[in-house]
């Protein structure tokens, strides 16, 4: 299914808690654009986004903090949004 590129629950979540992106980023170990294109629903979320935000948020599934499309999807962009990838 196609990316519908509206924003994402997660952003509200982040807002609610006083977490910025970046703080969120840097505990998930991916690239703060990464991050960026996943909560405007640019871009599917990596496996470690996946793995991760559940850990951020003390256990909350991640199918609250995305659409559904956007978790049906396989993300594909480049490997330097993960680990070892340049932050911020």
Do not use: W
């Amino acid at each position: 299914m196609p990316l519908t590129h509206r924003k994402q629950p997660l952003r509200r979540l982040l807002t609610v808690h006083g977490i910025k992106i970046t703080e969120a980023a840097r505990f998930i170990g991916c690239t703060t654009s990464h991050l960026r294109s996943v909560i405007s629903g640019h871009a599917y979320p990596s496996d470690l986004v996946r793995e991760k935000l559940p850990e951020l948020f003390h256990g909350l599934p991640v199918n609250i903090m995305f659409d559904p499309e956007h978790l049906e999807g396989e993300y594909t962009g480049p490997r330097g949004a993960e680990r070892g990838g340049r932050r911020g």
